[in-house]
């Protein structure tokens, strides 16, 4: 029992602590900064969409006001069989020569969207992003300007979590963006990034590949295979999207358990992502693998400390016990000022970790977990057959 407790204990370590310092003497002693000049090559910026009437025109015109050249752009926009208002909106805005739409009849999910967009482009940069959140009006000309540096093939931008009025929230979800955006800095400062932002991200046409039919997390696949071809996938903060803080616990949740099934999924359709070919291996299975053995790491050090009878185990149980009780009263919603920031922290780890857990049960069970834009179309659909 002794080696299940502390062999548990030190992959957690690394997993949340130990990479990170890793990383960070790599930024320190190896750093790899861009060679960065003014550049503004032209850019696509493709979306692929489904039943998203409630956001569509907002979205549309953020994207048209966005400071960039007009002549060295375009929008290209795949609706994926929707069924809503999406269409009549499209068919408006695609009077403006800068919007191009591809309306789907049937859906095909969102890979096969992204295909037809790729395959639509014409511009040297290909701009990735979702209906939902807001860019900032800089944001494609700071990506843009990264692919001066010959060696970048991918850059990706930060997601935002709050209002950009009032800035970004520290609470919750959002402390977990925090670390994360520190993980990537980090890796982008030395190296490459193991993913991007779906919300925003840019690849070089050329690099671009065919993305599975059901692939969840193209923003992993599309940019490890720009690494996968000696190309650096960097992280650029300053690039920014905007989405709420706050979706809901559930919305959230099942976000969550998509996003880390579409881990597990990442290496069935590539394989490749575990041999020496890839050369962000270290870091995919530090970053990204090693978090889904959390949870059973959790377990394993639990139900140790539950046996061993030594006062060392003794204090590790009660500080697990109090963490756990910390993570209740948080969803209870009990504690307020730096206890309750402690405690809404708890609750997060314990959320995602939960996350994980159904991730690999769905996995295993063989349960597919479809992309959101899908999810809502099920949700419109039960709406129509109760109203």
């Not at 805005?93 to 992204?114: C, M, Q």
């Not at 993913?195 to 671009?208: C, D, H, K, P």
């Amino acid at each position: 029992m002794k080696w299940l407790f502390w062999g548990s204990a030190t992959i957690l370590a690394y997993t949340y602590l130990g990479y990170p310092a890793w990383l960070w003497l790599r930024k320190r002693f190896r750093p790899r900064p861009l060679h960065a000049s003014t550049y503004t090559p032209s850019v696509s910026i493709v979306m692929v969409i489904r039943n998203e009437a409630a956001v569509l025109e907002r979205k549309l015109r953020n994207l048209l006001e966005i400071n960039y050249p007009k002549d060295l752009g375009e929008i290209i926009v795949v609706s994926d069989g929707s069924i809503d208002a999406t269409g009549k909106i499209l068919n408006y805005y695609r009077a403006d020569p800068r919007v191009r739409v591809l309306l789907n009849p049937e859906s095909h999910g969102k890979a096969a969207g992204l295909n037809d967009a790729i395959a639509a482009a014409r511009c040297d940069i290909v701009v990735f992003t979702d209906a939902r959140q807001k860019i900032e009006p800089d944001a494609i000309r700071l990506l843009a300007a990264t692919f001066a540096d010959p060696q970048v093939g991918c850059a990706s931008g930060e997601l935002m979590l709050g209002d950009p009025d009032s800035g970004q929230t520290t609470r919750g979800v959002g402390l977990y963006w925090r670390i994360e955006k520190m993980v990537r800095e980090m890796e982008s400062a030395s190296g490459s990034v193991v993913g991007a932002t779906g919300a925003l991200y840019a690849v070089r046409r050329s690099l671009l590949v065919p993305v599975p039919v059901g692939t969840i997390l193209d923003d992993v696949y599309i940019p490890m295979h720009v690494a996968r071809r000696g190309f650096r996938v960097i992280f650029v903060p300053s690039a920014r999207a905007w989405d709420l803080a706050d979706q809901g616990a559930e919305h959230e949740f099942s976000r969550k358990v998509r996003t880390l099934s579409g881990n597990y999924q990442l290496v069935q359709l590539a394989p490749w992502l575990l041999d020496s070919s890839n050369p962000l291996r270290f870091e995919f299975i530090s970053h990204k693998l090693l978090r889904l053995f959390a949870p059973f790491s959790l377990a394993m050090c639990f139900c140790a400390s539950l046996v061993l009878s030594q006062s060392v185990y003794r204090v590790a149980l009660a500080l697990q016990l109090a963490f756990y009780a910390l993570s209740v009263l948080a969803m209870m919603k009990l504690l307020t000022g730096p206890l309750g920031r402690v405690a809404e922290a708890a609750q997060t780890f314990v959320v995602l970790n939960s996350a994980a857990l159904v991730a690999f049960i769905k996995f295993a069970s063989g349960r597919k977990v479809a992309w959101a834009g899908q999810a809502r179309t099920e949700n419109t659909r039960t709406s129509v057959r109760l109203g």
